[in-house]
């Protein structure tokens, strides 16, 4: 196939061609991100679906239409919020047993596993008759999830680099002056799908009455692309040698790479793979002292990220929507301007987040969106009561331009800095157990906000966005005073360049150069393995 690229790996650049194989690869990797936002998009339009209710939760539907007790509590249901997030809880048990898959069986088959979950999913979700089985159906939708995270380096390690997930590939392989705009790709394309699942949705709702069967199903064509993909590449070089298949290893390096001359990476990976295994008790390592800047960070950012409220409003836009009056057609129209407003605010985050800097976007995204929470809150704490929902043509549109213009404050900021920020400083030791602890914080605390959120909305009413807003400056806050800036500076320089600078945490730096490893007997010019 025409065309060729260089791989580096500790300053050496090595021959490689774009074969067949990386072409399927980054597709996998595109539609793993496309499929999760599927995900997240749907489940908000379907259950604003009056055929969906009356299927599934006949109560619902009567509060919806009959009961005037209460606008702010027409969808305040356990059983509705678990449909949505079921799947976050169920990815979130799915991961501890997705690494084990990982480790013995290699990335390859940790993915077909991951491709099963989903399509029996989809088949679930598709032809469920009951509550029982719309909730295993998500369920098995989130062990899809579980399974794909841990195995989500396998297409794109295949470019390169001993590492465990995209976000920490990204960050170590990527040129540090575009480290930040590399990373927040893969976000993207998780923004594309939620906008794809707001316009299946939009269509589906004029079909009648089985047109929530079709919006649920549709998420079989990218995870069928997804185990179709799974079966017609290789398991990755990295993931054999791992395992001690060392010439096997070398064998697919040379399908993939398209070239003899693969024996410089093939060291590196060697190489990497050893200094990996060396790391004892990764975990341990994470709660020691010098790793505790990290780490707090880290697992902030992920809790923060969940308070400011987007995913309330990803997962719910619809349904909030019509809560405020919006006859479906306008609610689920209004829920396509906003997933369209996220997609391309997340560009302007690739552009200009190693331009600008991580502080500068989460600190002004925290102004954009305390203040349009504060306005939504005024509007909906005057406009719209218990016994009245009609706001009226033009309070409508201004309800949704703020919703949009606090979409658009998280996507170039909370949203891809929330992952791009704990991938690029962690250290070494602790960078494979810090992103996992990363991930499965995050799981938690959308499962929290996806099971609590309506409930919310019902008891506090408008003051939820007052709520949200709370929270925005509480994070705020920590970002100014805490939050160091780590653009343009190269992963295996943060100690010395981030946190022994910083006015608080370089407390807690002391001996933290004995324990920093480095790969190739310590070399090092800006990427780590």
Known sequence: MAGGFSVSGSGVEFEAKITPIVIISCIMAATGGLMFGYDVGISGGVTSMDDFLREFFPTVLKKKHEDRESNYCKYDNQGLQLFTSSLYLAGLTA???????TRRLGRR???????????VGVIFNGAAQNLAMLIVGRILLG?????????????IILLGEYVQAVPLFLSEIAP???????????????TIGILFANLVNYGT??????????SLSLAGIPAALLTLGALFVVDTPNSLIERGRLEEGKAVLRKIRGTDNVEPEFNEIVEASRVAQEVKHPFRNLLQRRNRPQLVIAVLLQIFQQFTGINAIMFYAP????TLGFKTDASLYSAVITGAVNVLSTLVSVYSVDRVGRRMLLLEAGVQMFLSQVAIAIVLGIKVTDRSDNLGHGWAIMVVVMVCTFVSSFAWSWGPLGWL???????LETRSAGQSVTVCVNLLFTFVIAQAFLSMLCHLKYAIFAFFSAWVVVMSLFVLFFLPETKNIPIEEMTERVWKQHWFWKRF????????????GGKSNGATV
Not at 109 to 119: E, K, N, P, W
């Open 319 to 322: 349904v909030l929507f019509n």
């Open 109 to 119: 088959l940790t993915m077909l596993i991951a491709g099963v979950f989903f399509i």
């Open 205 to 214: 709702a004029k079909i009648h009455p089985w047109g929530w069967r079709l």
């Open 95 to 101: 991961t501890f047993f997705a690494s084990y898959t």
């Open 509 to 520: 730096m002391d001996g933290a150069d004995k324990h920093h490893l480095v790969p190739n």
């Open 421 to 427: 920020i704990p991938s690029e400083t962690f250290p």
């Open 176 to 190: 540090t002056r575009i480290r930040g705009g590399l990373n927040i790709l893969f976000q993207l394309n998780v």
């Open 143 to 155: 062990c899809g999830v579980g399974f794909a995270n841990q195995a989500s380096n396998f297409p």
